[in-house]
């Protein structure tokens, strides 16, 4: 991929279109763009495409199909349809990072501060006709503990500490957030769930994070605790939180994302009152936060600086 | 009042016990605490006391029996009962301030979440089994307009800035809030109004802010905006604000206030979707955020210093 070279870009996305406009706007060099909205519309000249841009789990089911790919950037922050072990990793992969902050801290204050300040029951007693006095709490002072601290988790405990909260973060190996208060690491998991009132999942999916929050990391939370998954299903064992939020070990669950999803319709969490499903809406990949992490990495590519957000196929994020 | 001669104070609140338990923590020097619950349960040497400490409701009905009192300091940030043209004004009375930024924060960025994120909505969604992918909106790059920018409009604004909202502030005069991105006067309501998202009330109750909220304000107001009244019930004309939320012309309106509280059981507020009653809880007078005041300002008293947050009986706050 010599500077000078001509590249072609493969759009495929449920959104192709209004990428396309975007990565057309920005008017890049030495350029051609194919796209297709579906893996059944991939236009002849796809397997000529040496650069994909577009959603892992289209891009996974054609991937065979395109032998030219050098590099792939993802819309997601998950890329698991491409970590599948019988697809080609000889390409470089980069995903979505550092444009879910804003959203994810709407999302999670959003359901922290409805937790505190009672906001659906209050709603429920006024449409009894009830002056219900009954004081709110405040997150001033508790503790949130977050699983995770990459790009989502440094935005969300800025803005813990914006709310005046001890944050405590949860990472394999990292410790560079100067607004988490006390990182704790593998092996550590009880000491970190210990005093939390909050905990947000916002690790990727790999081996080394499924199930971690299993039946003994939730006997660890306090009773009061709140769980806040954003992130991906398969870190919680479900049958274990069930158990734990029916028996009133835990205080409410604001769930995003599920190992099946929708969430089956006889699932009992559903219908539990202390518990929130939000449909996997935390933090939507928008084509106008998105466009420009291909449209930088392009101009990166082309003058030979290194891509941001790759992959590690080994670490699987 | 010399240094060195001994005060009385009279604690008069619902909370005298834990009030007084406050203030006797901080062993003030040259001092003496009677205390009451109640205006029935007055102690006999309560006329002899020169301080006063304690509920504006309250003591406005003891005043006239306070010959010797030289300083009260309030409970709460509304004085209005002690502002009654009946009573004497010929002491000096202080008022809770400075402590209700953190509430009033997580109270009103509650509720703006809340509307974003649609969680009442998707709540309701959820209990109909519906997996609803309805994409949230976001605060970011919104506008929120304060009505008065004391110390709980400086904490919203620094609240504002840091989820990336534009902030517009309406004032009598002041102007000097960084956080604020453009201010405001009398006679510029509508040009304040013209763009809002978001409105919160925190002025005081004076002339100057009765019905500031009326059919004129609400007609410059965008549909799309929504009313935040944790200030004081004055501030709004309610027959104007009901007439503009049925007829949609106001997104919603979340109210804490109230001209007549509890709010009648008769009144349409209650039972409109887009009203949310919370029932003068927004910001409660905690004796562990309040006593501190008067402690700090006793001893500014006793050492000849200003006190401070003292109330301008010409400007009504």
């Known amino acids: 991929m010599a500077p000078t070279s001509t590249h072609q870009v493969l759009i495929l996305s449920r959104h192709a279109d209004s990428y396309r406009r975007h990565v057309e706007a920005a008017a890049l060099p ?17 397997p000529r495409s040496d650069l994909v841009f577009g959603e892992p789990s289209l891009i996974a089911q054609v991937l065979p199909r395109l032998p030219a790919v050098q590099w792939i950037q993802a819309t997601w922050a998950g890329v698991e349809p491409l970590l599948n072990p019988a697809l080609r ?18 999302y999670v204050f959003g359901y922290l501060l409805a937790h505190e300040r009672r906001i659906v029951e209050k709603y429920a007693s006024q449409k009894l006709n009830k002056w219900d006095t009954k004081a709110p ?3 001033h002072g508790k503790t949130i503990g977050l699983l995770g601290v990459g790009t989502i988790g440094a935005a969300l405990a800025r803005t813990g500490k914006h709310f005046g909260m001890i944050v405590k973060g949860y990472t394999r190996a990292s410790r560079d957030c100067r607004d988490v208060d006390e990182y704790f690491h593998t092996g550590e998991e009880a000491r970190f769930a210990a005093d939390l009132d909050y905990v947000v ?14 039946r003994e990391f939730l006997a660890a939370l306090p009773a009061r605790a709140v769980i806040v998954n954003p992130g991906r299903g398969s870190v919680i064992d479900h049958d274990a939180l069930r158990a734990a939020l029916s028996g009133g070990r835990l205080a409410a669950a604001v769930l995003d994302v599920f190992e099946t999803e929708p969430l089956p319709a006889d699932d009992p969490l559903w219908l539990m009152p202390n518990v929130f499903v939000t449909s996997h809406t935390a ?5 106008a936060d998105i466009a420009p992490l291909f449209i930088d990495n392009y101009r990166r590519l082309v003058s030979g600086q290194p891509l941001k957000y790759r992959v590690d196929f080994t670490l699987e994020y």
């Open 89 to 106: 990793r000889d390409y470089l992969l980069t995903n979505a990072r550092g444009v879910f902050g804003v959203l994810m801290c709407e």
């Open 283 to 287: 933090a939507l990949s928008l084509p």
């Open 30 to 46: 030495d350029l051609d763009i194919v796209s297709a909205a579906d893996v059944a519309a991939l236009p002849e000249t796809a």
């Open 137 to 139: 709490g405040t997150l």
């Open 201 to 214: 999942c916002i690790v990727p999916n790999t081996v080394a994070t499924r199930r971690l929050i299993d």
